[in-house]
């Protein structure tokens, strides 16, 4: 039973590695999230795929360090340009139609996003706070 469950894991970890690029067309991160649970998924298996997610997660952690400085002055104009960010990707959704301008808007709001959630560590606060409220829950 353990040999089905790692061909399993294993042939689903590289359906998703081999997906990814696919994915990566569309509108937000996707490809990167598909390629990462490929990983995890052969990382169950395989020391060389938990090594390299492993440093992997290490360089984006240290990126996103270095790129969201703790300076009130930068941290105050990447709140700016991501709150400019989603309302240009919400007012390209409310004005135009067709596949070009809303691949556009959703590019918009998603990097407005991710730069409002990477500012000011409030991605790792958020996550700290949901697993403590989770490990309270049990």
Do not use: C
């Amino acid at each position: 039973m353990r040999h089905v469950r790692q061909i399993i894991l294993d042939g689903l970890g590289i359906l998703l590695i081999l997906a990814a690029p696919f994915l990566g067309i569309l509108p937000g991160p996707g490809g990167i999230l598909v390629f990462a649970a490929g990983l995890w998924l052969l990382g169950h298996n395989h020391g060389w795929a938990k090594r390299w997610l492993e440093k992997t997660k290490q360089k984006s952690l240290n990126l996103v360090d270095s790129f969201f400085v703790n300076n009130p002055l930068v941290q105050a104009l990447y709140d700016l340009v991501a709150v400019l960010l989603i309302i240009l990707g919400v007012y390209i959704l409310d004005t135009r139609s067709g596949t070009i301008p809303i691949t556009f808007a959703s590019l918009f709001n998603v990097l407005g996003l991710s730069v409002i959630l990477g500012n000011r560590k409030r991605l790792q606060r958020l996550t700290k706070y949901l697993s403590e409220l989770t490990s309270t829950k049990k």
